[in-house]
């Protein structure tokens, strides 16, 4: 499979996520809380594009790369948790 093809894929799945994107934003400006089934449907989804893309093109090091890029984003968002004053300003979600 070509590298156009398997980003065409991709680019597909990631469009498909766009409502679930716009129903993340729309509550968000509404309660400022984002639920965890929505969110984990698109972690999911974005699992599943990356691997995807990943098998398509025989790139195991990509898959490599984004699951690094993943751990260290969330451990990043903890750092942010654990200093946010009160652990009020950032959640989980």
């Known amino acids: 499979m070509t590298a156009g093809f398997a980003a065409a894929l991709v680019g597909t799945a990631y469009c498909a996520m766009l409502p679930l994107l716009a129903a993340l934003a729309a509550i968000d400006l509404d309660v400022h809380r984002l639920p965890d089934r929505l969110t984990g449907a698109l972690t999911v989804g974005c699992a599943v594009a990356v691997l995807t ?41």
């Open 53 to 93: 893309a990943s098998a398509a093109v025989g790139d195991s090091a990509a898959l490599g790369r984004s699951t690094v890029a993943g751990a260290g984003l969330g451990v990043g968002y903890l750092v942010l948790r654990l200093l946010s004053p009160g652990r009020a300003g950032i959640g989980f979600g």
